[in-house]
């Protein structure tokens, strides 16, 4: 890989980092009671990621969630993005809101990685780009979906470092 890569990870934040819940059933850490209704829950191995994504690369908030609630959720669990991508940010393609990669990060980074949870929203994506999917978050205390992405990330570092 030759020297230090210029990462961005393009970071997805509900059912994957967090989940939002009307039932006030979840097991989950509860971080936010957004409004009367909606609980918000933090992934169990959150706060690694996140802290691993701060000090690898940069981070891209991207999520289909209104800007405030993201905003709110990335000084939660102390996101440090560059940007934060919300709901206005994705077009709508068959009733459904999506996600796109700009060229410019694809020009300015050695690396992109998105992790999201769920793949079928991005669209327009170049074969360079590193995919990692977690298992769907429902706020379960026991939820071990982001152990592989983990794993992913120190292999990765290891592999930065040892070049």
């Known amino acids: 890989m030759g020297s230090k890569q210029n990462i961005l990870f393009l970071l997805d934040l509900d059912h994957t980092v967090i989940y939002g ?19 918000i829950y933090e992934r169990p191995f959150a706060r690694e990621l996140i802290d691993k994504c701060n000090k690898y690369g940069h981070i891209i908030v991207y999520t289909t969630a209104l800007r405030r609630y993201a905003k709110l959720i990335c000084n939660e669990l102390t996101i440090k993005p560059i940007e934060i991508l919300s709901r206005k940010s994705c077009p ?21 990685i998105i992790i999201d949870d769920s793949p079928n929203v991005w669209r327009n994506m ?5 995919f ?3 298992s769907e978050f429902r706020g379960d205390q026991h939820d071990k979906g982001l152990l592989p992405i983990l794993t992913e990330l120190d292999i990765l570092n290891n592999e930065l470092n040892s070049n």
């Open 132 to 134: 990692w999917v977690p």
């Open 126 to 130: 170049p074969s360079n780009v590193k």
């Open 21 to 39: 819940s009307f039932a006030p059933s979840e097991t989950a850490n509860k971080i936010i009671q957004y409004h009367q209704y909606l609980a």
């Open 92 to 112: 709508v393609a068959n009733g459904v809101h999506t996600k796109m990669l700009r060229e410019d990060w694809v020009n300015q980074y050695d690396m992109l």
